[in-house]
């Protein structure tokens, strides 16, 4: 008999056997086209088999292979196969998710094969002649070129991280190698895609990221995996591309948050790349000013090497000095406090620019009575309507729900209603009333929804035609403003007492790559915090620039609480319409889980962070162990018992390395 044995995306995903019908020789990675119900799939061969134990009345032969697309590699198998089974996912699905969506559909158009050109072996000059420190980082990594080799690289703001990665894939590319690339958000950074294009005329490079239609998408992946693209610069998506002639990885700013994808396959894309590292026998720099503890603690115990970059690159440039405002005695009038003010104006008389940093979008947080106490809440979530006062509405950026906004209060028709807090919308008019002749423009989810939007404020920054830059998390990454020499970071207290032990870090993180922003040519740069707490030992090391004293820190209170990298987590979410019901489902879960077990700690059911969320309401329940060794076949165990109970009334999933726990 002549048998496929087919890996498909469907619900608890096992492999599917169809008859090859003559004329078709699939191999193992081919794509094929199959009948599933009467739908065609597409569906990836894991091999050919000559028996089944399909009754042959049921067997169906598989329609067609997919011809446009090579079959996937054996090393692509191994990483594939890492992730489903590392992250509890069935391998079907794993091989979707590496599949660009156009490859995925059964019914599509033909696509060109990749022009395979072009590739100049450099050498690729640099336009500067490299620090010190960036010759060592660089050989440090060079000695490890064709074996694993994970470096991490340790560079202060504006160290001049990006040109040691260059001088790296012009080494691979010089040794016929590709390089991948990852950066977090490349929607971002679009400096960085041309800054690559230029330093390699003639090199074929792709990126991909969830931008591209659907079309370059699969055009990347063709090209990256037929070879044809020797530079690979793309979002975590792309950390699964297939690379036949891989020879380095990079992931750039190795601690950000959005390298963890939070559904379906809950991969860490910088985890993954180093996995994958491990697998092709190749060096992986993981380059960050505030690495993740996790890498940090690989690196102090030897499992990776360390680079490290103390000093800014470009002549002249020195770190920012940072300085707390007490907002207890220099009280902020409509957010802003006089010591900022002052400072913004000083640099709007010399020409300089500034940056106003808020991690909160809108005009104000919530809506409020002030006769009732009524509040803005979003009725399908535990979290308040955000007031979006231009467009006149009140929004849940949890389930993206709106209404108008009320003219009187709807507990007791006061017209007495009023804005508690700030967000950017907010900040923006105070400033602008403060400052009427400056320039400003806002930086956030909102203003940037429209695509090109970031990158023409981008440009106007550049230009000189902003004054001050107003916005979220979307400025403390990568941008480099030779003009900018102040930053204000308001309200960010808020972490210093969040429940998630990971806020800390992050808010070392986000305000030191925001503080990064400041003075990166000739004009010093000055960083001001507005804070309750201007003695908190956590701004303390972030005005001292002192990164290693404040993970030094927080490893030892990680260490004492047992939490990550000294211990492991899997996370079970469940949510459901039925009150009780997720809670009843994960103390089913832990139960089950107490009787696989041994050498794990199961937590109580507790509620979700955000217990309701578009009316499902939602909780989740946390498992440690002290090594990945315990965890792992624990959680195979666990996942089949929980797939064979066959939920029907609550919606779970297992969440591997949680980083919201
Ligand atoms: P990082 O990624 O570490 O924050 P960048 O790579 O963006 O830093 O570099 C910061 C600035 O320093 C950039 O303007 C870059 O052009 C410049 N730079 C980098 N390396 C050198 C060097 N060797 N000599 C002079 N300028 C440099
Ligand atoms: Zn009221
Ligand atoms: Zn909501």
Same mark, same amino acid.
């Given at each position: 008999m002549r048998i496929a044995r087919v890996a498909l995306d469907v619900p608890l995903g096992q492999a599917f056997d169809f008859a090859v019908p003559e004329g078709l020789e699939p191999v193992r990675g081919s794509l094929v086209r199959v009948p599933f119900g009467r739908l065609a799939k597409v569906g990836v061969v894991l091999s050919r088999e000559t028996r &089944?134990? @399909?009754a042959p009345e049921r067997l169906r032969p598989l329609e067609s292979v997919v011809d446009d697309v090579a079959p996937l590699a054996e090393?692509?198998? /191994?990483?594939?196969?890492?992730?489903? $089974?590392?992250?509890?996912? %069935?391998?079907? #699905?794993?091989?979707?998710?590496?599949?660009? %969506?156009r490859l995925r559909q059964a019914k599509r158009?033909? @696509?060109?094969?990749? $022009? &395979? /050109? !072009? &590739?100049p072996a450099g050498p690729f000059p640099s336009p500067v002649t490299a620090t010190a420190r960036q010759e060592v980082a660089v050989e440090l990594v060079r000695s490890g070129f064709g074996r694993f080799h994970p470096v991490l690289l340790f560079g202060v703001t504006g160290s001049g991280k990006t040109e040691v990665y260059l001088r790296l894939i012009a080494d691979a590319l010089a040794a016929g190698k590709q390089a991948l690339y990852l950066v977090p958000e490349i929607g971002l950074t679009p400096q960085l895609e041309s800054r690559v294009r230029e330093r390699f005329p003639g090199v074929a490079i792709v990126a991909a990221h969830s931008h591209l239609g659907e079309g370059e998408r699969a055009a990347a992946w063709l090209a990256a995996q037929s070879g044809a693209a020797r530079i690979v610069l793309g979002t975590r998506l792309a950390a699964l591309s297939p690379m036949p002639a891989l020879g380095l990885i990079v992931v750039d700013e190795e601690h950000d948050p959005s390298y963890k994808q939070h559904e379906g396959l809950r991969y860490s894309a910088r985890d993954v790349a180093v996995r994958r590292a491990q697998i092709a026998g190749i060096p992986v720099v993981l380059g960050s000013a505030t %690495?993740?503890? #996790?890498?940090?603690?690989? /690196?102090?115990?030897?499992?990776?090497?360390l680079a490290r970059i103390d000093e800014r690159a470009s002549a002249g440039a020195t770190l920012p000095r940072v300085r707390a405002v007490d907002t207890r005695a220099d009280i902020p009038a409509d957010g802003l406090t006089d010591g900022l003010l002052r400072a913004l104006k000083a640099r709007l008389a010399k020409g300089e620019q500034s940056l106003v940093f808020l991690n909160r979008r809108g005009f104000s947080p919530v809506l409020f009575c002030r006769a009732c106490a009524w509040h803005s809440a979003c009725s399908r979530c535990s979290a308040n309507l955000v007031l979006h006062l231009k467009a006149g509405e009140l929004r849940?950026?949890?389930?993206?729900?709106? !209404?108008r906004v009320p003219k009187k209060c709807p507990g007791c028709a006061s017209p007495d209603l009023a804005p508690v807090g700030h967000g950017t919308q907010r900040i923006e008019e105070t400033l602008?009333?403060?400052? %009427? !002749? /400056?320039r400003i423009a806002r930086v956030d989810r909102d203003t940037t929804a429209r695509k090109g939007a970031l990158a023409e404020v981008l440009e106007q920054v550049r230009g000189r035609e902003v004054d001050i830059l107003v916005g979220t998390q979307m400025l403390a990454k990568g941008h480099d403003y030779p003009n900018l020499t102040l930053v204000g970071a308001l309200d960010s207290d808020c972490a210093l007492y969040s429940v998630d032990f990971r806020a800390s870090e992050r808010l070392f993180a986000l305000l030191t790559q925001v503080a990064g922003r400041a003075g990166r040519a000739e004009e010093p740069g000055e960083v001001i915090i507005q804070t309750d707490f201007p003695g908190h030992p956590l701004y303390a090391a972030v005005a001292r620039h002192d990164y290693p004293a404040f993970a030094e820190a927080a490893l030892a209170e990680r260490r004492l609480a047992g939490f990550p990298p000294f211990t492991h987590l899997a996370l079970l979410r469940a949510e459901s319409k039925a009150a009780g019901e997720a809670t009843r489902f994960l103390r089913e879960a832990a139960r089950e889980a107490e009787g696989i077990g041994k050498d794990i700690e199961v937590f109580d059911p507790v509620p979700a962070p955000l217990e309701r969320k578009a009316g499902y309401e939602r909780a989740q329940l946390l498992v440690r162990a002290a090594t990945r060794a315990a965890m792992q076949p624990f959680l195979a165990r666990w996942k089949a018992a929980l797939d064979a109970k066959g939920e029907r009334r609550v919606r779970w999933s297992l969440d591997v390395d949680p980083q919201e726990a």
């Open positions: &089944t134990d @399909i090393s692509d198998f /191994a990483l594939l196969g890492f992730c489903a $089974a590392y992250y509890q996912r %069935p391998l079907g #699905e794993v091989l979707h998710a590496c599949l660009p %969506p158009r033909r @696509i060109k094969a990749p $022009a &395979t /050109a !072009e &590739t %690495p993740s503890l #996790e890498s940090w603690h690989n /690196a102090s115990q030897g499992r990776y090497a849940c950026h949890h389930c993206g729900h709106r !209404e602008q009333a403060a400052l %009427p !002749e /400056a």
